[in-house]
């Protein structure tokens, strides 16, 4: 009997009711078992390169909920990491880099990428093998602007100006560090996938914060290349763009870039999203904020997301990560009622 991937149908073009859903960071603080083990893994690194609780803490919340889809669980600064960058994450800062000064990008080594990132290769390995078969599997990475500003500014800032400055004051060396980025992730989410990954997302958290003409040369160009590299060794996997807060942007987007679905932020109006899910699949994109509230907030916001967009091809999801204070029973009412919908 063949088993079906609903989340794969959905990318392929397909309208299925009721959508299928997961989250991002589903994998995360707010679950006790991943306090659990994140505690038993000595620092969030350590977690990240340690495939036996990689794949535990990225099996628990297909254990709880059944998700119809299962991201690999690990984080966009790995690439830097590889690069040879110091990274630390520190609870209430998050992760904390050396800051990269211009004259620094030339000297960044490509060399041990796949031998630093072989445990998050061999947890997809794991995860293909111990996730039920129906279930897809996601791979993913940070896309090259986001991963850049925190290499930059060396944390995370409110509007990354310390990479938007470094752009406009070093442009060949931001192309050259874009350029870089862009290969180096294209190599590997190509492994993730031979590994066994079904789809991969590519995250621009901070696109949101360019102008036009940055969003092109930051944002669109170092994506088409990622997207292009990918599809020449495995042109039928879908791959999800999600450039958070891109606003008007979104339009061309994907049409730029060449990726299969939009993942689309909660400020998305809707006259847009169906706009652009006329073109293609789209995910998205429930406030994660309404999921903390839960109640009438969370069924308004889901009920809203269903009655315009799930008469086409939509994947249920967050418009960004779920945030640790969340009640596990909110996330439970949710799936209830996307999975419950009827015409």
């Known amino acids: 009997m063949t088993i079906e991937r609903k989340m794969l149908k959905v990318l392929q073009g397909e309208s299925v009711f009721p959508p ?22 000595g620092s969030f690194l350590d977690l990240c390169y340690n495939p036996d609780l990689a794949v535990e803490v990225t099996m628990q919340p297909i254990r709880r909920f059944g998700f119809d889809a299962s991201i690999l669980f690990s984080d966009i600064l790995v690439i830097p990491h590889a690069l040879g960058r110091d990274l630390r994450f520190e609870e209430g800062r998050g992760p904390l880099m050396t800051p990269i000064e211009a004259h620094e990008v030339e000297r960044l080594d490509a060399s041990p ?6 445990p998050v290769y061999e947890t997809v390995r794991r995860l293909r093998a111990e ?15 986001t991963v850049a500003t925190y290499m930059i500014a060396g944390h995370g800032t409110p509007d990354q100006a310390p990479a938007r400055l470094f752009g406009y004051r070093h442009p060949a060396e ?11 992730s294209a190599d590997y989410l190509i492994r993730q996938i031979k590994a066994g990954a079904d789809c991969v ?50 339009e061309g987007y ?34 994660p904020l ?3 509230v839960g109640g009438e907030a969370l069924r308004e916001g889901v009920a809203a997301i269903l009655d315009n967009l799930a008469g086409g091809p939509l994947i ?28």
Not at 135 to 141: D, E, K, Q
Not at 263 to 277: E, I, M, N, T
Not at 318 to 337: K, N, R, S
Request: hydrophobic share 40%; aromatic share 8%.
């Open 201 to 250: 997302q590519i995250f621009d958290s901070w696109s949101g914060v360019l102008d036009e003409t940055s969003f092109e040369a930051f944002c669109v160009q170092p994506m088409k290349r990622i997207v292009d590299k990918v599809r020449m060794v495995h042109p039928n996997v879908p791959i999800i763009g999600f450039p958070k807060g891109a606003g008007a942007l979104y």
């Open 316 to 343: 249920f999801n967050l418009g960004h990560g779920i945030t640790p204070p969340t009640p596990i029973d909110h996330v439970e009412a949710m799936i209830a009622q996307v999975r419950g919908a009827t015409r």
């Open 290 to 292: 309404r999921l903390v």
């Open 20 to 41: 299928p859903i997961w989250m991002m960071r589903q994998a995360g603080r707010y679950l006790p078992e991943y306090r659990e083990t994140r505690k038993q893994a």
């Open 113 to 118: 990428l796949h031998d630093h990132l072989a």
């Open 254 to 287: 994907r049409g730029k870039t060449g990726v299969t679905a939009l993942g689309l932020d909660w400020s998305v109006p809707w006259s847009q999203a169906r706009r652009l899910q006329a073109k293609g699949p789209v995910q998205g994109n429930l406030d």
């Open 131 to 145: 996730l039920p078969p129906e279930t897809t599997l996601i791979g993913f990475c940070g896309a090259p602007w």
């Open 174 to 184: 931001m192309r050259k560090l874009l350029a870089l980025l862009a290969d180096c």
